[in-house]
T-cell receptor
């Protein structure tokens, strides 16, 4: 079973809203990732959590705030986003950082 | 820094035919991993196949196989008996191997595969 789930599937928000994206896996993986993907481009890494600790932050603006409450769950809190932040946000997990990443279906975010 | 190049932005194939997608990479490391991911219009990135650089044998998964040429730094994907469901964007990706370290996936720009009935 290599399932990573993400909610919601779609999200539309205004620039003053606060919202959160959720990612969950029950494979016992200890590394989890957030990626941003613009149309017709490859995914861009945003954050990596390893054993529930933030190990990589790719200089992402502070309006994106990741959180890893436990080893199965990864959140991305959104606040005061800009229209250029509209994209597909993908979550992935792996056994640990040395192993193959498995992706979730993504959340399509639109910022108005 | 490692780079991954996919020189074919778009490819097309007839159903039941065979198609090969190209990928080259640049690295100074001797131990690493290579991947092909598929992303259909449904959006989910799906792992197609994985190759460890230390293995000389080319990886295969059913109709999908790779031609891994380590000296040439080439990692092409062959899809046999193409099906309509194979239509997708295909990304080649590289990841280094560091003991206990964080290694990012480096993606190519992708190849859009169309399968014609």
């Amino acid at each position: 079973d290599t399932e990573v789930t993400q909610t919601p599937k779609h999200l539309v928000m205004g620039m003053t809203n606060k919202k959160s994206l959720k990612c969950e896996q029950h494979m016992g993986h200890r590394a989890m990732y957030w990626y941003k993907q613009k149309a017709k481009k490859p995914p861009e890494l945003m954050f990596v959590y390893s054993y529930e600790k933030l190990s990589i932050n790719e200089s992402v603006p502070s309006r994106f705030s990741p959180e890893c409450p436990n080893s199965s769950l990864l959140n991305l809190h959104l606040h005061a986003l800009q229209p250029e932040d509209s994209a597909l946000y993908l979550c992935a997990s792996s056994q640990d950082e040395r192993y193959t990443q498995y992706f979730g279906p993504g959340t399509r975010l639109t910022v108005l | 820094a490692q780079t991954v190049t996919q020189s074919q932005p778009e490819m097309s194939v007839q159903e039941a035919e065979t198609v090969t997608l190209s990928c080259t990479y640049d690295t100074s490391e001797s131990d690493y991993y290579l991947f092909w991911y598929k992303q259909p219009p449904s959006r989910q990135m799906i792992l197609v196949i994985r190759q460890e650089a230390y293995k000389q044998q080319n990886a295969t998964e059913n109709r999908f196989s790779v031609n891994f040429q380590k000296a040439a730094k080439s990692f092409s994907l062959k899809i046999s008996d193409s099906q309509l469901g194979d239509a997708a964007m295909y990304f080649c990706a590289y990841r280094g191997s560091t003991q206990g370290g964080s290694e990012k996936l480096v993606f190519g720009k992708g190849t859009k595969l169309t399968v014609n009935p």
